[in-house]
Every structure is written in structure tokens, then in C-alpha cells.
């Protein structure tokens, strides 16, 4: 498996123990970084995410179940577990995503990283009223599928 691959797994493993260090020596000094919410350019802008995004979780860490690599891209699949306090009163919760990584040439430091999910399963579904309403979308979206308009 990749160097750099084998890194990021590690370093998500606990995602609220990470510091400052440890993102500069994964990520390249021009990283971009991309998820649903944010697009982050450059190594100082990926640390300071890190350290955002951090703050208002109980937990997070990621387990990986899928990896695939073609040459310096590759593909990670996995379930990040989370707690905010203000989701679902707290408890934990599991989201399914994956991220596509490129790595630099060396295999030692990550020059691009998208992370594609579902932010309304994430956020949006966990707010009680709200996630009432998107669920119940959802699944006339999902029934109206076979049906002939």
C-alpha cells in the first residue's frame, strides 16, 4: 500500500487527536482539499480547517474498508463515526463517504483530497423537525422511482 495512503489512514483514525505537525507532514504546502461544504487551498488553510472543524465534535475517527490506487490516485472508502452535541442529543452517529487523493510523486504527501457524502445524512437528517422532513422527501423521492408520471 501507498506511504502516503497508510499515513492518512493513521491520521484519520482519530480525527479530534491530530495537530498542526501532523497535517504538514501528510499534506503538500499546495494542497487543495475539497468536501461538500468547503474547498481549502494550501497547507496553512488545511490546518486551520482541521483545527475548525474539530472543535465541536465529541468524536471522529474514520474507518476505512476500501482502497483503490492507480498510479498516484487513489480511492479510500469509509465510515467516519461522529459525535456533536448537538445532533441527536449527543449520540454517535455513522455516515458512509469516500475520498479521492492524489499523492505526489514521492508517494509522501497528498496534493489533492475530495471528500464526497451526503451532508443532508450528516447535518441536516440529525436536526429532529428537519430530518423528519428531508427523510420524508427522500423517500417520495425514492417511491416515486418505478412510477410512470
Same mark, same amino acid.
Given at each position: 500500500m501507498s506511504q502516503a495512503v497508510? #499515513?492518512? #489512514?493513521?491520521?484519520? $483514525? %482519530?480525527? /479530534?487527536?491530530?495537530? $498542526?505537525?501532523?497535517v504538514a507532514d501528510l499534506y503538500a504546502e499546495s494542497v487543495v482539499f475539497r468536501d461538500?461544504?468547503?474547498?481549502? #487551498?494550501? /497547507?496553512q488553510a488545511m490546518q486551520a480547517y482541521f $483545527?475548525?472543524?474539530?472543535? %465541536?465534535? %465529541?468524536e471522529c475517527r @474514520?474507518? @476505512?474498508?476500501?482502497?483503490?490506487g492507480a498510479g498516484t490516485w487513489h480511492s479510500l472508502w469509509w465510515v467516519m463515526h461522529y459525535r456533536h452535541p448537538k445532533l441527536q442529543g449527543g449520540k454517535q452517529l455513522h455516515l458512509r463517504g469516500a475520498s479521492l487523493i492524489q499523492i505526489d510523486a514521492r508517494d509522501t504527501q !497528498?496534493? @489533492?483530497h475530495?471528500?464526497?457524502?451526503?451532508?443532508? $445524512?450528516m447535518v441536516y437528517e440529525q436536526v429532529p423537525l428537519?430530518?423528519?422532513?428531508?427523510?420524508? !422527501? #427522500?423517500?417520495?423521492?425514492?417511491d416515486s422511482g418505478g412510477e410512470n408520471g
Open positions: 497508510t #499515513k492518512l #489512514k493513521a491520521l484519520y $483514525a %482519530n480525527f /479530534l487527536t491530530v495537530d $498542526a505537525k501532523s461538500p461544504v468547503h474547498e481549502v #487551498k494550501g /497547507l $483545527a475548525g472543524v474539530s472543535q %465541536n465534535l %465529541n @474514520f474507518e @476505512f474498508d476500501r482502497v483503490v !497528498v496534493i @489533492f475530495e471528500d464526497v457524502y451526503d451532508l443532508g $445524512a428537519l430530518g423528519t422532513v428531508i427523510r420524508h !422527501v #427522500k423517500g417520495r423521492l425514492g
